[in-house]
């Protein structure tokens, strides 16, 4: 059995003690080792190392796709060495990329004419997909407010205080200031009319979530197009919308047709949606799509020539693996629309049993809802003894990874657990996972309380150890729920 373990007196090196069959010196923790070893060697130590991570299969934390046919696993293995930006080089991998564009754009419903491209790109994820959208409104404002001769220099953008980090990122890299409409105990979405109360001539857009991260509720958009653009009549502004559709826009088109999020609101300029959680493709792809050519401005686009033709670029990145974009081409041909929906439809009717087992402990206050990405996000009604932190860790233990955590402003004493389920996630194991859940329950119950004592808000001055551990008990004491 090989392990690996810090050495107790340096914590520079990895000891395997398997891998001592091909070498014998410790590999460096940190250092680039002096010398080669062999490809066995290599690959043992890592892999073992590798077997402390969670099995990604048990990671119900995550929305990013863990299993794929092997067909598909061999397709991207037989393209792993191709550099996706060599497009004259590899000219059928960019075309599958615009094929997928048209793909995605028709399923959102952009106005593109019978002999028309739709105006996209294949990006790593819906986060880079942000990235782009967020410049594209930000230049554009900036071009509008030029040629009015008023300032540009204080573009903000209006979300929900429920938005994924990328967004926060987008502001803080891109400068843009980012005003949040709070939530409220109950409603832990966006409210469009707040929203629209809070935007002004400098605001680049309201970015819209279908599919909130934290309980997979899908955000008003119809109604938000229609007060925004009532605000706009009012004022002369134009004020456009983009739909954060990373995991909801592989789930509204199949389940939900008559639902209004998508370019059929004429406010909707760009959309994103991450190819990797219910596009089906391992992590590493998500698109990015306007409404049209006259939302993305020029000076943002790069033209690269190939082959005579132009193949215009819009990206952060230069170089990028190409198998995702296969991977996800291969999704659409090989499932089809009706593929989708039945994949889709199944993991809708699991997050049912998985939800009904839950609300049978009569423990638990369900926070997601039926119309939405299939997740149960849920908390204990009774948090005064025990906490979602403690029955996470306990999950643990059967190998489920369960996320427990506590709401944005002004929800920050609401803390929840969510369980977010994919294709892999069968009914059999959801009807573990309640059984583990109640035993973790009852263990609980027969356990005295583990709430930690308020710590000293005043701590005396000692030294960064102590200021160190201070603020890990202070830390410990929030992801708590206490505070
Ligand atoms: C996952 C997610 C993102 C970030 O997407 P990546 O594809 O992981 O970069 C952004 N917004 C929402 C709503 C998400 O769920």
């Not at 803080?172 to 409220?184: A, D, S």
């Not at 739909?243 to 059929?264: C, H, K, N, T």
Request: hydrophobic fraction near 40%; charge should be negative; proline fraction near 5%.
């Amino acid at each position: 059995m090989a392990i690996t373990t810090k050495v107790t007196d340096s914590e520079e090196y990895l000891h395997s003690t398997f891998a001592s069959r091909y070498m014998r010196a410790p590999v460096p923790r940190f250092k680039l080792p002096e010398r080669s070893m062999p490809k066995e060697a290599a690959y043992q130590v890592i892999n073992d190392e590798l077997m402390l991570d969670g099995n990604p299969r048990l990671n119900l934390a995550s929305f990013v796709t863990t299993w794929m046919e092997p067909e598909c696993d061999k397709l991207m293995m037989d393209s792993i060495n191709k550099n996706y930006v060599d497009m004259d080089e590899y000219p059928v991998t960019t075309e599958l990329q615009n094929r997928c564009v048209n793909m995605i754009a028709n399923l959102f419903h952009a106005p593109v004419g019978d002999d028309e491209a739709a105006v996209g790109v294949g990006t790593v994820g819906s986060s880079e997909a942000i990235m782009l959208a967020g410049l594209a409104f930000k230049r554009k404002w900036q071009h509008k407010r030029r040629s009015q001769c008023q300032p540009f220099d204080k573009p903000n953008i209006v979300t929900g205080a429920n938005v994924q980090v990328c967004w926060e990122k987008f502001a803080r890299y891109f400068e843009v200031e980012l005003k949040e409409v709070k939530l409220t105990e109950g409603c832990y979405v966006m409210d469009p009319a707040k929203a629209v109360e809070m935007v002004d001539e400098n605001t680049i857009c309201v970015a819209t979530i279908l599919g909130s991260t934290l309980t997979g509720e899908f955000e008003d958009v119809k109604l938000l197009n229609q007060l925004l653009s009532e605000k706009n009549d009012e004022t002369g502004w134009d004020i456009p919308i983009h739909v954060d559709a990373a995991s909801g826009g592989f789930i509204a088109p199949f389940l939900y047709p008559d639902l209004e999020w998508d370019f059929r609101l004429p406010l909707v300029k760009s959309i994103n949606v991450s190819g990797h959680k219910y596009g089906l493709v391992y992590a590493g792809v998500g698109w990015v799509v306007w409404r049209t050519k006259d939302d993305l401005p020029d000076d943002l686009v790069f033209h690269i020539n190939y082959l005579g033709a132009d193949q215009p670029t819009f990206t952060l990145n230069f170089s990028k693996g190409s198998n995702q974009i296969i991977a996800q081409y291969y999704q659409f041909i090989r499932l089809g629309f009706d593929g989708y929906k039945n994949i889709i439809q199944n993991c809708m009717e699991n997050a049912r049993v998985l939800r009904e087992g839950i609300e049978k402990t009569e423990r638990f206050e369900i926070l997601s809802k039926d119309v939405g990405v299939p997740l149960v996000a849920f908390r204990l009604q009774d948090s005064s003894k025990h906490t979602v932190f403690e029955l996470a860790e306990s999950l643990r233990r059967f190998g489920w990874i369960i996320p427990a955590y506590t709401m944005p402003a002004d929800a920050q004493h609401v803390a929840v657990l969510r369980v977010v389920i994919r294709e892999d996630f069968s009914t059999g194991l959801a009807e573990r996972l309640i059984n583990h859940l109640n035993q973790v329950l009852k263990e609980m119950d027969t356990l005295p309380s583990r709430m930690p004592v308020t710590p000293n808000p005043n701590p005396p001055k000692h030294s960064h150890q102590d200021i160190i551990r201070y603020w890990r008990r202070l830390v410990d004491h929030k992801r708590n729920g206490v505070c």
